[in-house]
């Protein structure tokens, strides 16, 4: 089971976007995710009017390593780590310090 999935908030734990907060856009693989607003680079593109693409300096969201961020507890406000717990005969995410079950509004 995938501990981080796409529309989860996760919080930055390393490299040069320590600390910022987004949503996860995509899972580009099982090792990297695409988060909203964080490893943004500037890509010089070359135009193309066979396509109809414009060239100039575009800005792009690049992959961010799993182990690189942390699942937004809206409890407390931090990152925390992700378990799975069988509840109701289903696995659910559950945070690890306060067992929350992961997406409830409770």
Do not use: C, Q, Y
Not at 33 to 62: C, F, L, Q, S
Not at 83 to 96: H, L, M, Q, T
């Amino acid at each position: 089971m995938e501990r981080i999935r796409k529309g989860d908030e996760v919080i930055v734990i390393s490299g040069k976007d320590k600390g910022k907060r987004g949503v996860v856009l995509a899972r580009v693989d099982a090792t990297h995710v695409t988060v909203e607003g964080v490893g943004a680079v500037k890509k010089h593109v070359r135009p193309n009017p066979m396509k109809g693409v414009a060239g100039g300096i575009v800005d792009k969201t690049m992959p961010v390593d799993v182990s690189n961020v942390m699942l937004f507890n809206p409890a407390t406000n931090k990152g925390d780590r992700v378990g799975v717990k069988v509840v109701d005969g289903k696995k659910v995410r559950v945070f690890k310090s306060n067992g929350a079950v992961v997406g409830s509004k409770s």
